[in-house]
């Protein structure tokens, strides 16, 4: 499929299904919809953390919770993988904001109470960041694919002092999502519009992954937690989907799950366990306990499994 299309198809859907959710939010319904991130939550395992169109969602098994005052627009997003309240996100700012300081693009964002409130660290004004990953390199490092401007491209960003810089990330392109290993010196993956890539130099230099399609989307990566090397990555054509490598990406599994030719898999997190969680573009949020054999629905079209109407 050609990546234009891909893209413009995806986004027509996820700008579709976003139409009345704050209202429907003011309202104080539970609806879930265009989702760009996910993660377990590190205090509780059977929670998850929704990063949508408007503001941060915690799932739990007493039901969805809205994160804070703010409805942020979370495009990119990642959760610290040892501090249990610290997270990562970049977008927009929700409409008051707006209003009150009229910038577009809220760069960086860091959370450190749960994703109640958010403070803009670095590149406020200028970078959207629609891919993040938190790598624990030099103290903790964040990368993200920046889609806003003339500075588009791949960003390294330090979380001791929030040093900011634009790498050329030889070889790399059309980035629809990134993943760090758990361990100082792995890799990096990205999945692309052409498949999945590595680099091995921070950043620097990148190469496509054998094993996987070379020619098909790579919507979703994530690296599961350390000291494994469990990697889970879904590549949006049919007879692949959803694949998992014990090896950090060097060998791959029979597909465990395909969502389907019109929506793919677009968020993906990996927790202790074998648990695995994924988000497609039609608002459904599924998750396996099992490392992908079996699966339990628990956002279905935006809606709560089990949320009243």
């Not at 749960?114 to 490092?141: C, E, I, K, M, N």
């Not at 990368?143 to 960003?157: H, K, M, T």
Request: aromatic letters at 6%; charged letters at 20%.
């Amino acid at each position: 499929m050609n990546g234009t299309r891909f893209v413009a198809r995806v986004a027509l859907g996820l700008l579709g299904i976003a139409a009345g959710v704050a209202e429907a939010q003011v309202k104080g319904q539970t609806d879930i919809h265009h989702i760009h991130g996910l993660a377990i939550d590190r205090r509780d395992p059977d929670a998850v953390l929704i990063a949508t169109h408007t503001g941060l969602v915690r799932l739990g098994p007493a039901g969805a919770e809205w994160l804070g005052e703010h409805r942020f627009d979370l495009m990119g997003f990642t959760a610290h993988p040892r501090e249990p309240n610290v997270a990562y996100a970049s977008g927009h700012p929700d409409l008051p904001t707006y209003a009150r300081e009229q910038v577009g693009n809220l760069g960086l964002l860091l959370t450190r109470d749960g994703g109640r409130t958010w403070q803009s660290v670095a590149l406020r004004g200028h970078a959207d960041f629609h891919a993040l990953t938190y790598s624990p390199r030099a103290g903790g490092r964040l990368y993200g694919w920046n889609v806003a401007g003339e500075q588009s491209g791949l960003y390294r960003v330090s979380t001791r002092e929030w040093k900011v810089e634009r790498l050329a990330a030889s070889g790399l392109m059309n980035v629809l999502a990134l993943s760090a290993a758990p361990t100082e010196d792995g890799p990096l993956l990205a999945g692309t519009m052409k498949g999945l890539f590595v680099s091995r130099d921070q950043g620097e230099t990148w190469q496509a992954v054998k094993g996987l399609s070379a020619d098909a989307p790579v919507t979703a990566v994530s690296h599961g937690p350390s000291p494994t090397k469990v990697v889970y990555a879904y590549v949006h054509q049919a007879g692949r989907g959803l694949a998992r490598s014990p090896d950090g990406g060097v060998s791959w599994g029979a597909p465990v799950l395909f969502t389907g030719a019109q929506t793919p898999v677009i968020a993906l997190a990996v927790g202790p366990a074998e648990q695995v969680v994924v988000a497609t573009t039609s608002a459904d949020v599924m998750r396996s306990r099992d490392g992908g054999r079996k699966w339990e629905t628990l956002v279905q079209h935006g809606r709560p499994v089990g949320a009243r109407r």
